[in-house]
């Protein structure tokens, strides 16, 4: 697979083919299994209001986040929990 390749609706189950990787059922109303669902709200607080201000609290906000946090987000317990309660909110 090129490095060009974009992951779309329409061609993802051919990069899932051609690559070994996991594929977890989950719910499809699941925000607490969105990591960039929960980065966003930490970017969203900067309120910039210009594309330069935007791209600024984007970067400093990614840099600022602490692996830990990513790890938790992804934590498989927090999968677990989502999976167990159908989707609806857990205590994630």
């Known amino acids: 697979m090129k490095r060009t390749f974009k992951v779309h ?4 189950k051919t990069l899932l083919g051609t690559n070994t990787i996991n594929v977890m ?11 960039i669902e929960n980065i966003k709200n930490v ?4 309120k910039p209001r210009k594309a330069e ?4 609290a984007v970067k400093s906000s ?3 986040i602490p692996i830990f946090r990513c790890q938790k987000l992804v ?5 677990e ?7 609806y909110t857990t205590k994630y």
Request: aromatic content about 8%.
């Open 43 to 46: 970017v969203s607080e900067a």
């Open 62 to 64: 990614w840099a600022g």
């Open 81 to 87: 929990a989502v999976l167990k309660n159908s989707g």
């Open 9 to 12: 609706e329409n061609n993802y």
């Open 53 to 56: 201000e935007l791209w600024k």
């Open 25 to 35: 059922e989950c719910p499809a109303q699941s925000l607490n299994l969105n990591p």
């Open 75 to 79: 934590d498989i317990h927090r999968c």
